[in-house]
Each structure stands twice: as structure tokens, then as C-alpha cells.
């Protein structure tokens, strides 16, 4: 069973924290069942981990070590055996999806251990033993311990807190999840599952992706699906989206002249991506000073771009998707407000968040969807977000964000201060698309952004056009002002690829520019 992941980021700690990750030079049970027990058990609701057996770590850099030790092939059948005993040792009972891979010309064993729904979880503490007590574990830190005391009555009192994004939906059918996204994800993060597209029906696919939940003869997809992979999550959850509104003078100076910008709607990520190419396309611009004393010219923004790309992340991965509030943008000469609903959970305290210098969760409404984000680089994931908004801000001169929420923690809002100098507004960072496109312009962008690139006789090909058409379209798509794609490689291997202006057009348009 292939995992949605790619064993080289698994190997080099990349997307995935070091915590949930663990190597294993030899095959142990006793051990191992501990740590699987540790992250189905999932106390920090951090998404769970995986083990890979055939592995030594790196002392001083804590990553794989190369080349890898890897488990004999004759070895890895009877493990494989083994383990469907063992797994009858968890209480309730548990199943750990399991992949071989091959490494540096050698088989590596990865266990993958989702955090479970009827948690918690019990094992022997020896599994390999006929007779022998079972016992809770958790993760600390890089460690499984076992839980014992105030831990594990808090562990017990978990039972019930399963993250929303984890919780099956009866509503939601396979037919609602689309394949091309499904596919363009796996993809997108290298996970051998891609291969397997074609081959496998659909709902194996996600299933292996640990898309379905409940029993066998009845299960369901979880929330989490339709959050990812529906081209419509609001079907399901109403008011999935992002509003954007603009006050050029001021909510408060002159609340009636107010712009609307079409609401933003789709998955999670195609909402983050169009949010914030909007905002870097018509909010974000730069000026460029020159010190009478300085060789070198200084560049500062009206917003650093990163600084309002970790607080759109952070509004759409921590929001409260059963809340029917959509993520409110507004946008003012003097800041930029970030609204979400609902609020931080109680872990954090108000202090903290009224510092707005570090929030640290130990309860996560979307674990699995950040593990998606992370996945696809949109999310760090490490409680960082506040922190970089805040760094990014001082780096570029501004004053500090400012985080507020009521007693009930029922919104989190956060307000971004535009820097001093940006009374009188520059060029933004990429100009908007004043020249529109024809239906035949619009179908050769399409073709081209659909399969990443396409020299001109596949253009010519994919759209049934004449060559005479097809060279005044590129020339003319190439060409200032347009200047929406643009040659990339040799003259024999290469083609036409979309700009980081064509990318941001597609984002921005109307049409249906789905893969």
C-alpha cells in the first residue's frame, strides 16, 4: 500500500516534523508497536507519524543516513505476516498502513500511523510475548513514553475530540471528490500513488490516502476530502470562502465607499493560491529609496508579501469550518485586517495571544488539512506563522501586528500595519490584465497551462487551429503587454510555459482553468 508521501522527504525530514518521524535500523516489534500505539494515540494532535525500518540516523543532522541500511527482501514478507497479529494486540483494534520502498538500491519498510478515531489506544508491552500487560503510550518530543497518571486521564478524556477534518461525513459521496485534483496532489508531492491512478479504482486511491473512515461494509469519506479535493467544499460546509472588501478611505472615514471583490470559493488550496495572487497583484507595492550615503538602494513593501501570506494560511487552516462566517479580508489605506471565526482554543492563553509574539495549540481543529498545506509548502506547520508575520514586519520597517479575540474565543482577528511612506500609492508588484483575451487566446493559454508546457506544433495539435492562427496568438501572448508565456528550454526539447504574470491571470480569471 503506497503512502501519500514521498519517501525523500520522508528520509530528509522535509514538509514533516522531526516528532513524527522515526528510524529504525532493525525490525524490533516490541518497540515499534510502542511508537505505533504512541501515534495513533496522537496526544498533541499532530497528525500521527511514521517509522521506516531499515534506516540509521544521523547524529548531528538527525536524517537518514546514506546509503541506507535497508531490511533483506526475504525479511520482509514474514514482517509483513507479523505485523497483522501484532495489530491485534492494539486496543481497540488498529491498523497501521504499511509501504515497501526502495532506497539507494535497497527496500526500506514504512509504517504509517494516522492518528486513530477510537482513541485511546492500548498495546502490549510486549508484543512478541504470549502473556504481557497492555499499556498507553504517547510521543514526547522525539520519544515514546508511556502514559501514566494526569497524562493518561487526559489521554482517556480525548476520546471524543476527534478533529473535524478526521470526522466522516455521510453527505459527502465519492462522485463529489474530483480525480484531477486527487491526481494533480499526489503528483504535485511525489508520492507513488500517482503511478498507480489508472490501475486502482478510485475509491482504493483514496482510501489509501486515508480519505474513508468507519467499517468496511460502511464507510464514509472524511471532511477533510471535500476540503482538499471538492471543486465546491461549500456544498458541504457553508460560507467556504473568502471575502475581500476595500475601504480607500478608510472603514471608519467613509464607510460607503466600499469595493467588493468577487468572493474566492473552491478547495482549501485553490483558495489560498487566488487570495493571494489577488492581493499581490492589485494590494502589495514596493519603493525603492536611495541613501545619499549607501552604494546600495533599499526596497521595502506596503506589506511584505510573506507576512500576508502566513495570516491567509493561517485564517483558512484554523478556521472552524462547521461556522458558517466566511474568511473577511478588508483592506484600508493604514492595514490590511485578517478575520476568522472561530477563535484560538483555550490552550493558549490571552496573554499570549495580546503579546501576539508566539501561539503554540495543543489542540488543532484541521490537523489533517495542515498536514495537506504543509505538503504542498503552503504551511510550515511549527506554530511559526505568528512568529515569521512579526519578523517579516520588523525586517521591513513596519510596526507589529496586532492579534485580537473576545473571552468566548469566538473570531481571531489580526490586523497588519502598512509601513510609513505608502500615503501616496506606487506601482504594485505585478500589473493587473487591462487588454482582455478572445475565446481562441483564452483556449491556447488553457492548453498550455493544462499540460505545463507545449511547443507550437503540440499547441497546433491540442486546439484544432491553423498555424497561421497559432504563431500570431503566441506572438501575441508573448509580447508586451501581455507577456503571459514565454519560451523555456532548448529547440528541440522545449516549449511554451505560463509567466509568473500568465500564472497569475489564471488565478485571477473567471474561466475554468482546472488540469
Known amino acids: 500500500m503506497a503512502i501519500p508521501i514521498n519517501i525523500e522527504d520522508l528520509l530528509n525530514k522535509r514538509k514533516i516534523e522531526s516528532n ?6 532493525g525490525w524490533n516489534p516490541d518497540k515499534i508497536y510502542r511508537t505505533i500505539c504512541a ?12 517509522i521506516v525500518v531499515g534506516i540509521e540516523e544521523e547524529e548531528r543532522t538527525g536524517i537518514a543516513k546514506r546509503p541506507v541500511t535497508g531490511v533483506p527482501i526475504e525479511a520482509l514478507n514474514d514482517i509483513q505476516k507479523d505485523m497483522v497479529g501484532y495489530n491485534n494486540k492494539i486496543e481497540p483494534y488498529y491498523m497501521p498502513r504499511i509501504d515497501v ?4 538500491g535497497k527496500s526500506v519498510l514504512v509504517i504509517w500511523a494516522p492518528a486513530g478515531v477510537n482513541r485511546p489506544y492500548n498495546v502490549r508491552e510486549r508484543v512478541t510475548a504470549k502473556q504481557s500487560p497492555g499499556k498507553w503510550y504517547i510521543r514526547s518530543g522525539t520519544s515514546t513514553i508511556e502514559a501514566k497518571g494526569e497524562v493518561l486521564d487526559e489521554l482517556r478524556e480525548m476520546a471524543n475530540r476527534t478533529p473535524f477534518d478526521e470526522r466522516g461525513n455521510e453527505r459527502i459521496e465519492i462522485s463529489d471528490i474530483s480525480p484531477a485534483l486527487v491526481l494533480d496532489y499526489l503528483q504535485t508531492v511525489g508520492s507513488r500513488l500517482a503511478n498507480d491512478f489508472e490501475s486502482k479504482p478510485f475509491v482504493e486511491i483514496l482510501a489509501q490516502m486515508d480519505l ?3 467499517p468496511t461494509e460502511h464507510q464514509t469519506l472524511k471532511n477533510v476530502a471535500a476540503m482538499m479535493f471538492c471543486k465546491n467544499p461549500a456544498k458541504f460546509f457553508p460560507t467556504t470562502q473568502v471575502d475581500i472588501v ?6 471608519i472615514e467613509n464607510p460607503n465607499n466600499m469595493i467588493e471583490v468577487p468572493k474566492i470559493i473552491g478547495p482549501v488550496p485553490e483558495m489560498i493560491k487566488q487570495t493571494l495572487d489577488y492581493i499581490r497583484t492589485n494590494v502589495i507595492k514596493k519603493r525603492i529609496i536611495k541613501p545619499k550615503d549607501k552604494a546600495e538602494s533599499i526596497t ?3 506589506y511584505p508579501y510573506q507576512t500576508i501570506e502566513e495570516a491567509v494560511v493561517n485564517a483558512l487552516y484554523h478556521r472552524d469550518y462547521q461556522e458558517r462566517e466566511p474568511v473577511e479580508i478588508t483592506i484600508e489605506p493604514k492595514k490590511i485586517s485578517i478575520l476568522s471565526y472561530a477563535g484560538p482554543d483555550r490552550s493558549i492563553s490571552l496573554d499570549a495571544i495580546h503579546k501576539a509574539e508566539h501561539l503554540k495549540s495543543r489542540r488543532y481543529r484541521n490537523r489533517r488539512l495542515g498536514d495537506y498545506l504543509k505538503e504542498l509548502q503552503l504551511s510550515e506547520g511549527r506554530a511559526t506563522g505568528i512568529p515569521t508575520i512579526q519578523d517579516e514586519l520588523r525586517k521591513n520597517g513596519s510596526e507589529p501586528a496586532r492579534i485580537e479575540t473576545d473571552e468566548d474565543r469566538s473570531y481571531f482577528l489580526i490586523e497588519i500595519p502598512c509601513r510609513e511612506g505608502f500615503e501616496n500609492a506606487s506601482e504594485p508588484l505585478n500589473e493587473p490584465l487591462n487588454e482582455p483575451l478572445n475565446e481562441k487566446e483564452l483556449v491556447v493559454l488553457k492548453a498550455i497551462y493544462s499540460r505545463n508546457m507545449l511547443n507550437r506544433m503540440q499547441v497546433i495539435e491540442y486546439t484544432n487551429m491553423s498555424e497561421s492562427t497559432i504563431k500570431r496568438i503566441i506572438a501575441k501572448l508573448t509580447s508586451e503587454p501581455l507577456k503571459l508565456i514565454e519560451r523555456e528550454g532548448s529547440r528541440k526539447t522545449g516549449g511554451y510555459v505560463l509567466t509568473e504574470k500568465g500564472q497569475v491571470f489564471i488565478n485571477n480569471t473567471s474561466v475554468n482553468f482546472y488540469r
Open 20 to 25: 513524527r518521524i522515526e528510524f529504525k535500523k
Open 39 to 50: 501515534f495513533a494515540n496522537d496526544f498533541d494532535n499532530i497528525g500521527g507519524g511514521y
Open 101 to 104: 520502498q526502495e532506497v539507494d
Open 212 to 214: 474513508l473512515t468507519g
Open 246 to 251: 476595500i475601504f480607500p478611505e478608510g472603514c
Open 300 to 302: 521595502f513593501f506596503n
